[in-house]
Nanobody
Framework: QVQLVESGGGLVQSGGSLRLSCAAS????????MGWYRQAPDKQRELVAT???????AYADSMKGRFTISRDNAKNTVYLQMNSLKPEDTAVYYCRANVRRAFSATYNIYWGQGTQVTVSS
């Protein structure tokens, strides 16, 4: 079994910052891509940022320059530093990882339970 647990969400004023963390645990052989997605009320889940096991990153256009994704491979953890937050960033943020379980040859997608980020104006 593999679990992803997010932390770091909360309430922040417009212009503020938050740092999200997501730790993967369980029977893990290896993790390649990790990423963050978000879902606002009455909207579809959307990509925020991804990072490969080699450290290559990609961002949604609206997050470029404000958000930074990083990871610690030794800890199976991915981070999202969010600066200059806006009310429109309010959403539930989900962690996603492409994980190969120990003794398995295939990768599968796993999701965290989500963490709420609320930005007040």
């Amino acid at each position: 079994q593999v679990q992803l647990v997010e932390s770091g969400g909360g309430l922040v004023q417009s212009g503020g910052s938050l740092r999200l963390s997501c730790a993967a645990s369980g029977s893990i052989g290896s993790i390649n891509a990790m990423g963050w997605y978000r879902q606002a009320p009455d909207k579809q889940r959307e990509l925020v940022a991804t990072i490969s096991d080699g450290g290559s990153t990609a961002y949604a256009d609206s997050m470029k320059g404000r958000f930074t994704i990083s990871r610690d491979n030794a800890k199976n953890t991915v981070y999202l530093q969010m600066n200059s937050l806006k009310p429109e960033d309010t959403a539930v943020y989900y962690c996603r990882a492409n994980v190969r379980r120990a003794f398995s040859a295939t990768y599968n997608i796993y999701w965290g339970q989500g963490t709420q980020v609320t930005v007040s104006s």
